[in-house]
């Protein structure tokens, strides 16, 4: 637990949300359990393993000594989250959660919600791919009428860069009503009122509505690894990326993510060459600094492709 220690002990306060220490990537032995998050104003600690009283009251205690340097007077949030395997707890710890609970990154803001579910709302090691698809959009004439479609959009997240950048429409599609009603606050807090749709249905089930909207010049998949009911990676991957020929626009371009540490870039690539042949690799997006890895085919990956002129 040192190196969490070490980390909290130097830690900074920047504006936006990220991530503070990442034990997760093997960098610090014996803190692979460990993560720690900054939502402000909230810091969040997440736990994969069971931890004992003592253990968090001697990370609270440096919480506290680190936080009366860095913001005297003011209160110190934080949140405990454990995730071992059977156990799920989450404990606001000190101090309290704004609600609605705002924060941004690169000028975008976001609504969270820290104490409620695994995911907090805003998966901050999609950091590049924001970034990615800002730029790829704002690359185009923003008199052409750009269009993206967002697939497992959870609460869209790009589609709000998208937009921002010139993006003419986007279409994001969910299954989750309530992960869509959190996307679309996410488009008001940034004044975005037109140019978005939403569709809260099973993807297999929608490809004729999808289709219809279509072809895009941007297509983002981004399916969760294991979600029982609706998307299992290594039977429905496949599925999925046969459709982005149809999808595509002439040279119109795909992000293809998994955050699976057991499947890596060779489990998408297989894919993409068997059921999308004509689509031409381009290039790993990298992850942020701070998700750094000792295994970066166990981390997420994202994938650009390009359709063929």
Known sequence: MQALLSAIATMEIPSDACRLFHGRGG???GCE??????????????SFKPVGEDDLSTISAAMSARWSTLATGQAL????QCRAEGLADTRLMTGAVPEPHVVTEAGT????????GQNHGLFLDMAEGRR???DYVAAHPKTYAFRVLNLFAYTCSFSVVALQAGARHVVNVDMSQGALATGQQNHRLNGIESGVSFLGH???KTWGKITRSGPYDLVVLDPPSYQKGSFVATKDYARLVRRLPELLAPGGHALVCLNAPE???AFLKQHMQEQAPALEFVQRLPNPAAFADVEPERALKVLVYRAPD
Do not use: A, M
């Not at 949030?77 to 405990?80: A, D, L, R, Y």
């Open 202 to 204: 099973d993807i297999f």
């Open 132 to 134: 990615w698809v800002r």
């Open 77 to 80: 949030n934080w949140v405990f």
């Open 27 to 29: 960098l610090y032995p």
């Open 33 to 46: 359990q460990w993560s720690l998050d900054w939502y402000p104003p909230v810091l969040v600690l997440t």
């Open 109 to 116: 803001q976001y609504k969270v919600h820290v104490l409620r």
């Open 263 to 265: 499947l890596g870039t």
